[in-house]
């Protein structure tokens, strides 16, 4: 029960650091006009989960399931999940998961590739606020 909410929390989290990430940073602001889509990450045993939908560079959120879901990611359980997603991310974990199908995903391989950069992208420090300038 306890890593049931740890995880449905740090999908809350994810939700409210993509928000912060558009508000602070033009640069992932004009990422996110690039696609449309309905992603969302769930625990297959549970059938706990969160959907992102991305729209015209909006981000809303909401606890559940959808069934248009364009990108799934889905963890063989709620607690490997949390374990996955906890800063700091081991990408070696993440990789021998989906080797072992404890991870997988569902969707176009262009959607979820650009859905799993954006997430990344979200947790990069020092996004570029601005263009660099060039001297003149």
Request: hydrophobic share 45%; glycine share 6%; proline share 5%.
């Amino acid at each position: 029960m306890l890593l049931e909410m740890k995880f449905k929390i740090i999908l809350w989290g994810m939700a409210q650091l993509l928000k912060y990430a558009a508000w602070r940073y033009p640069t992932f602001r004009a990422r996110l006009n690039e696609r449309n889509l309905v992603a969302q990450l769930k625990a297959r045993d549970e059938e706990i989960g969160r959907w992102y939908a991305i729209r015209d560079g909006r981000i809303s959120s909401g606890a559940g399931l959808r069934p248009d879901a364009d990108v799934t990611l889905a963890f063989k359980t709620a607690s490997f999940g949390a374990a996955l997603l906890m800063p700091p991310i081991n990408w070696l974990d993440q990789i021998n998961a989906q080797k072992d199908f404890k991870l997988t995903v569902e969707g176009p391989e262009d959607l979820s590739n650009w859905f799993a950069q954006t997430i990344m992208m979200s947790q990069a420090r020092g996004l570029p606020t601005a263009p660099c300038a060039t001297a003149t």
